[in-house]
């Protein structure tokens, strides 16, 4: 594991690279609200083992439950950036995110953002993404009509019973929308809350899973099955 250094215009931002020593193809993770990457880090470094090199941008935590249009911009610039730093032009790459990194992972598979009435959010779609693994998505911006139709790419997403931030809706909207269309492997774990399918939850939080570790391994190895099929 490394940290990059990169540059954001002239302002530097911090990046873990995982890099595989048989590398096939890349993963961009995209972190949630706490902004800290590592928190997820046995699920990274099982990617690396099994072929992908993984980048993964720090960023700071967002301190309000309503994320602003410039929260967005930013970490979808520098999750651009992040993979534009380590994935050749045409490169294959793996979206991973957890939270409100997903939002910014399906922007940049073809979905259209929508922060309100007549106020789209322009993410510009990455056509290196070939699939994506998304933990407890956060779909409320696509809820316009045909916000969702640009998808073009196989899903696996996850949610949990218990998660009052990201419910099951939000991860069902997601099949709804696309199938047939696109293969969404919906999980739905009975029991898991928000913090579940982080390795390193957030201090204070209370677990709502009997045996977290045990799901968490099962977690990472079918999320590690998704992404080498």
């Given at each position: 594991?490394?940290?990059?250094?990169?540059?954001d215009?002239?302002?530097p931002?911090?990046?873990?690279?995982?890099?595989?020593p048989?590398?096939?193809?890349?993963?961009?993770?995209?972190?949630?609200?706490?902004?800290?990457?590592?928190?997820?880090?046995?699920l990274?470094?099982?990617?690396?083992?099994?072929?992908?090199?993984?980048?993964?941008?720090?960023?700071?935590?967002?301190?309000?439950?309503?994320?602003?249009?410039s929260?967005?911009?930013?970490?979808?610039?520098?999750?651009?950036?992040?993979?534009?730093?380590?994935?050749?032009?045409?490169?294959?790459?793996?979206?991973v995110?957890?939270?409100?990194?997903?939002?910014?992972?399906?922007?940049?598979?073809?979905?259209?953002?929508?922060?309100?009435p007549?106020?789209?959010?322009?993410?510009?779609?990455?056509?290196?993404?070939?699939?994506?693994?998304?933990?407890?998505?956060?779909?409320?911006?696509?809820?316009?009509?045909a916000?969702?139709d640009?998808?073009?790419?196989?899903?696996?997403?996850?949610?949990g019973?218990?998660?009052?931030?990201?419910?099951?809706?939000?991860a069902?909207?997601?099949?709804?929308?696309?199938?047939?269309?696109?293969?969404?492997?919906l999980?739905?774990?009975?029991?898991a809350?928000?913090?579940?399918?982080?390795?390193?939850?957030?201090?204070?939080?209370?677990?709502?899973?009997?045996?977290?570790?045990?799901?968490?391994?099962?977690?990472?190895?079918d999320?590690?099955?998704?992404?080498?099929?």
């Open positions: 594991m490394a940290r990059l250094s990169l540059l215009g002239s302002t931002f911090e990046a873990t690279l995982l890099e595989s048989n590398p096939h193809r890349f993963a961009l993770f995209a972190v949630g609200g706490g902004g800290n990457p590592e928190r997820h880090l046995p990274l470094t099982a990617l690396a083992d099994h072929g992908l090199t993984v980048i993964a941008p720090h960023f700071d935590r967002l301190l309000s439950p309503n994320v602003t249009e929260d967005l911009l930013l970490r979808a610039r520098r999750l651009r950036l992040a993979i534009n730093a380590i994935a050749p032009e045409k490169s294959p790459v793996i979206g995110g957890h939270s409100i990194g997903t939002t910014i992972l399906l922007a940049m598979a073809g979905a259209q953002a929508w922060l309100g007549g106020r789209p959010l322009t993410i510009e779609p990455d056509e290196r993404l070939q699939r994506l693994i998304l933990l407890t998505p956060a779909t409320g911006f696509f809820r316009a009509p916000a969702l640009a998808v073009r790419i196989p899903i696996q997403a996850w949610a019973t218990k998660d009052t931030i990201t419910p099951p809706s939000q069902q909207l997601l099949q709804q929308a696309l199938h047939p269309r696109v293969p969404v492997d999980r739905i774990e009975d029991g809350s928000h913090f579940s399918f982080m390795h390193i939850p957030p201090p204070h939080v209370e677990e709502t899973l009997p045996d977290r570790d045990t799901f968490l391994d099962r977690l990472t190895a999320v590690v099955r998704f992404a080498t099929s």
